[in-house]
């Protein structure tokens, strides 16, 4: 697998695997993703932003 392809799986999973069933990801054409936190708390989406950056540094 292409290493970019292998980032954007990694971070998909890592998302499902955080996402409550509430939470919708779709994806938006190609390497574009949408998340909706429906009801969410600012605190968890900085904490969610933050795992998403830090999967991105770790590659």
């Known amino acids: 697998m292409l290493a970019g392809k292998r980032l954007l799986h990694d971070f998909v999973q890592q998302l499902r695997s955080t996402?409550?069933?509430?939470?919708?990801?779709?994806?938006?054409?190609?390497?574009?993703?949408n998340l909706l936190l429906n009801n969410t708390a600012r605190t968890l989406y900085r904490a969610i932003r933050a795992g998403r950056e830090r999967v991105c540094r770790d590659r």
Request: overall charge neutral.
């Open 19 to 33: 996402l409550r069933q509430s939470g919708i990801l779709c994806s938006w054409g190609g390497e574009a993703y």
